[in-house]
């Protein structure tokens, strides 16, 4: 059995969740229920950021501990999950204590083998990003090229991390491996990145008290962004205990002891982010790693962000679509559907209310939706919900050929908007069979009654299987389809004409009913 870890970053909580965090966790949950499909161990984590001083200050401006607001806000974020679906297997705090214990140990086992020193920083910081900045990066105005608001010049006495001893390292890890970090266009980013020459960075602030104590210094803590990328990491060696968020627990998960799951699933798979926290993984994290002596990840995803009128959604900016709202009126398969068909993965998009309702209406009412109304309803018109044993049409079948291995090469490659667009390529090729075949047509004449047999199994079986291939992205909708098939499995071997039998179908209420039925449209 191989096994697969795939990650989220960890999100922060100086404020709500919003939609842009809502997506990557879908995309991962996409990938942990793939690979789960295929009869993979996994392991997929999620969680929260919960030190640093973006934290620390929007809980100064509500007048209550970070700690409270780390666990009101967290507590949203975990929230979130089951209601977009997600199957994530842990949720991670970084203020657990066993998550701090790590840091330190990892960290100082860093310092130890000589990539700490002290010195003095001085130059340009973000506290939105809790990011210090090059000369090269900042706006016009000393203004962060992010937030847009006025940098801070910063002079503190810290310790240093040597990042520029491991620019050779890195350097050749790149060059060794050319999927480190996808898509290329990242890739490229992050190298020339590094070609420019590192600089040593800071490892801890000394002014700040929000944070986990540094073990050599306890007048510092250290700097968040440390802290926050040893999730991926510590979260293995305590997350024993898996708890779900609306999935099936895997086996592999549920049996591996404390520590095995490091060794289960140490390195990860692909760590996906946004482009907005390319440098801290794709540069300081293999450090760091380097440093303290761990295996590298085998790959990071960085996705493009979703644009609304143009502009990244954040909540330092405001502009926020709430996608707890959006799910509420149309449920959450829909939303992981529109957001992965509708924005490349990988790549920029807009999204927006009008895009949202027009999939919604032609793919998944009309059809998804329709489809499978359709072929349930002349199942039952026709033969009274039972299906006759036989071949399926060779014709469609053969249409059918490669789709499997078509997606999974693609969701190896992490481009899930391809395999989407794999999988809708047959549901439009099963509505034209409808149309070609014409079931109310050899439904009329008698001596047509075995074509209608075949036609009605073919589409039965070719739904059956569109859903399989579906399920990780629409596990809600698909599960109900499937029941109505009376099809149990939903393993990945599954997803082939004739693997499992139908033979009698129930009637099903539309799976995405119509919008003026699905309650008021979006504002
Ligand atoms: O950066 N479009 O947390 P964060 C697409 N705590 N994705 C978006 C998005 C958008 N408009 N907005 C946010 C942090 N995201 C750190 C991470 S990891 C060790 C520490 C998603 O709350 C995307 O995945 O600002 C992005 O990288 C992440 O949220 C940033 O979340």
Not at 283 to 304: D, T
Request: hydrophobic content about 40%.
């Amino acid at each position: 059995m191989s096994s697969f870890y795939v990650t989220t970053p960890i999100y922060y909580v100086n404020a709500a969740p919003h939609l842009g965090h809502a997506y990557t966790t879908i995309a991962a949950d996409v990938l942990a229920r793939h690979h789960r499909q295929r009869g993979d161990s996994v392991f997929f984590l999620t969680g929260t950021d919960e030190h640093g001083e973006p934290v620390a200050d929007a809980a100064h401006a509500l007048g209550i501990s970070a700690q409270e607001l780390a666990d009101r806000n967290s507590e949203r974020f975990r929230a979130l999950a089951p209601k977009i679906g997600a199957s994530n297997d842990f949720f991670i705090r970084t203020t657990d204590e066993r998550h701090m214990a790590v840091v330190r140990e990892v960290l100082f086992k860093v310092y130890e083998n000589c990539f700490v020193y002290k010195g003095t920083y001085e130059g340009w910081y973000c506290p939105k990003c809790a990011d210090f900045k090059a000369e090269n990066e900042i706006d016009e105005g000393d203004r962060c090229p992010i937030h847009h608001i006025p940098l801070t010049r910063e002079q503190e006495d810290n310790y240093f991390f040597a990042l520029s001893r491991f620019q050779e390292p890195l350097e050749r890890l790149y060059a060794e491996r050319k999927d480190f970090v996808a898509p290329r266009t990242r890739y490229n980013e992050a190298l020339s990145f590094i070609r420019s020459g590192l600089r040593d960075v800071p490892l801890t602030r000394h002014k700040l008290s929000w944070g986990v104590p540094v073990p050599w210094d306890s007048e510092h803590v250290f700097y968040v962004w440390f802290d926050a990328l040893l999730n991926y990491y510590s979260a293995l060696s305590f997350a024993h205990a898996p708890t779900l968020a609306g999935g099936t627990v895997d086996a592999g998960v549920r049996d591996a002891g404390k520590g095995d799951l490091l060794d289960t699933f140490w390195p990860p798979n692909v760590h996906l982010i946004a482009k907005d926290i390319l440098r801290f993984h794709a540069v300081y994290w293999p450090a760091l790693l380097m440093a303290a002596e761990i295996e590298l990840p085998k790959r990071l995803f960085v996705h493009g962000y979703l644009l609304m009128e143009g502009e990244k959604m954040s909540k330092s900016l405001g502009n926020v679509l709430d996608p707890f709202e959006v799910i509420e009126r149309f449920g959450s398969d829909a939303l992981r559907f529109y957001l992965l068909r509708d924005v490349s993965f990988g790549q920029d998009g807009s999204v927006s209310t009008a895009s949202f309702e027009q999939r919604y209406e032609s793919e998944l009412a009309n059809e998804y939706g329709n489809l499978a109304s359709r072929t349930l309803a002349m199942i039952g018109r026709y033969r009274d919900g039972a299906l006759v044993e036989g071949a399926p049409d060779q014709l469609l079948v053969a249409d059918f050929d490669g789709m499997v291995e078509r997606v999974c090469e693609l969701v190896d490659k992490v481009q899930l908007t391809a395999a989407l667009d794999e999988i809708w390529g047959a549901v439009r090729r099963l509505n034209r069979y409808v149309e070609e075949q014409a079931p109310w047509q050899l439904a009329k004449d008698p001596s047509r009654a075995g074509d209608l047999d075949c036609a009605l199994r073919t589409l039965a079986e070719g739904l059956r299987v569109v859903s399989v291939l579906l399920h990780p992205f629409m596990p809600a909708s698909t599960e109900r389809l499937l029941d109505a098939l009376g099809a149990r499995d939903t393993s990945l071997g599954a997803a082939r004409f004739g693997a499992e039998t139908i033979d009698r179908v129930q009637p099903l209420e539309p799976l995405f009913p119509k919008i003026e039925t699905a309650g008021p449209a979006m504002a």
